[in-house]
């Protein structure tokens, strides 16, 4: 059964950088067959895109976000990650990483960042 | 605001149908492919359409998707309690080259 759980710091400082990983267990993020990406949701709002990686390295991201949002692949150690820079409050979400395939058929339980001033 | 369009609550008793509108264009909607995501209080999305109609495995027959022009609705019937959650469509918009979501809406079974 896949398996994503993130992972990272609870409480980041405005300015600074965001930095999440997501640790895929019973399966691989090199199928061909997959994307692998995050998606976010402010406390109380809606959900919002991120960006996504392929097996073959290639990234997809949102433009709202592409100049702050990096996500690279470690297919060896079975995880993705995602840097978002110069974070602001707006940037207070629970930050969920995911599989696409056809949909986002496997999330993440999800982790709360917030960021402090 | 969110560039697909849905109602931000909806409501109907235990037994009985109901059904959620998404509005989009025709560089999302028009074009690509509409998902319904049930994400029920505390907890992570879960998908319960993909592909406008199709339905993972898993997913009560109870839960239909269907699809017309730049507009598409999800529906469930015979309402449970449990089915008491916010519902997200989704669809890639291939102008803006993003995924984008509906602002959500919140069902109660009343």
């Known amino acids: 059964q896949l398996q994503l759980q993130e992972s990272g710091p609870g409480l980041v400082k405005a300015s600074e950088t965001l930095s999440l990983t997501c640790t895929v267990s019973g399966g691989s993020i090199t199928s061909s067959s997959y994307y692998w990406g995050w998606i976010r949701q402010p406390p109380g709002k809606g959900l919002e895109w991120i960006g996504s990686i392929y097996y073959n390295g290639n990234t997809y991201y949102n433009p709202s976000l592409e100049t702050r949002a990096t996500i690279s692949g470690d297919t060896s150690k079975k995880h993705f990650s995602l840097k978002v820079s110069s974070v602001t409050a707006a940037d207070t979400a629970v930050y969920y990483c995911v599989r696409s395939g056809m949909a986002y058929d496997y999330w993440g339980q999800g982790v709360l960042v917030t960021v402090s001033s | 605001q969110s560039v697909l369009t849905q109602p931000p609550s909806v409501s109907a008793a235990p037994g009985q149908k109901v059904t959620i509108s998404c509005s989009g264009s025709s560089a999302n909607i028009g074009k690509n492919y509409v998902a319904w995501y049930q994400q029920l209080p505390g907890t992570a999305p879960k998908v319960v359409i993909y592909?406008?109609?199709k339905r993972p495995s898993g997913i009560p027959d109870r839960f239909s998707g269907s699809k017309s022009g730049t507009s598409a609705t999800l529906g469930i019937t015979g309402l449970q309690i449990g089915d008491e959650a916010d519902y997200y469509c989704g669809a890639w918009d291939s102008s803006l080259s993003t995924e984008l979501f509906g602002g959500g809406t919140k069902l109660t079974v009343l």
């Open positions: 592909e406008n109609n």
